[in-house]
């Protein structure tokens, strides 16, 4: 693999180094990092339906988090580039384009500045974000990757997204109140469905790699199937538990529904077998519901 030659820090080659920065973004998924902001903002949202005054610090703790989801996002590209190359990614990292190394220097940047930013928020966002990374470095990196058997890897999913909520709320200056805590609860929930239909598509690549993904585990039908239920099981208690919620939450709980419905037919029919793309449509539809839903609270708020 050829790599682009780049120095991190006091290079005097500008266009080089910006060129390694766009490439980490591109490495860091940014869709991914766009639904993480989105949590950032509903949360806030939600904290500010409770009474609490906006203020700049809420910018302050979206850059925070920006910064430091990039660097996790980035670091998770530095440990995944076997399993990648395997599965025939064409992210920089996979490719060629930019180094493990170059990277890895850039995850220390991102991380710091993003530190950096959260202490002119409040010592709480720092230990958030700090608990942020070390959640995502535990996944990737650690001595025994989180990411390599099904259940650690809901897990911390499912943390790194009450996580980003949590973020959310704080730099709006405050909380939900207890009847708005139920969408960030199963939309973190919903994470972990993500999770295992990303897996699909990923097969040949997590068997190099050693991880027990739930294809691996226990053969595609019988994931398929559990992805089914696991969607349609989280999609429908959120509606049930939202019944006496404000019209936002029980509108958003009804999309997550019908996103599971479609992602339960997708996934259990030949629509989701054959080549790469089309194994990876459950994947999409897990992405474009949560999308769709925090959206949809997010507009409502931005009527009311």
Known sequence: MRYERVAIGGSPYLGAGLRALSLS??????????????RFATAAALALLSGVRPGPAVLAGAVAWFLLTWAVYLLNGVADVVEDRANGS???????????????????????AGLVVAATVSP???????????????????????????????????????????????????????????????????????????DLSDVSGDRVAGRRTLPILL???HARRIMAMVAGAVAGGFVVLAAASPPAVRLASWLVLLGAVILACVVCTP???GDAFRRRWPYRIFMATQYIAHISVLLQFASA
Request: glycine share 12%; net charge positive.
């Open 25 to 38: 973004l591109r490495e860091a998924r940014p869709q991914v990092q766009v639904i993480f902001l989105l």
């Open 90 to 112: 064409r992210r920089p990292i996979a490719r060629g384009d930019l180094s493990p190394a170059a990277a890895t220097r850039i995850v220390g940047s991102l991380a710091v």
């Open 124 to 198: 709480l966002l720092v230990l958030l974000g700090a608990g942020q990374f070390l959640l995502g470095w535990a996944y990737s990196m650690g001595p025994a990757p989180l990411k390599r058997a099904a259940v650690p890897a809901a897990v911390s999913v499912v943390l790194a997204g009450l996580l980003t909520y949590a973020a959310g709320a704080v730099s709006a200056g405050g909380s939900p109140a207890a009847h708005l805590l139920l969408f960030p609860a199963m939309m973190a929930l919903w994470m972990a469905v993500g999770g295992v239909t990303k």
């Open 219 to 221: 053969g595609e039908r």
């Open 271 to 273: 629509a989701s077998r």
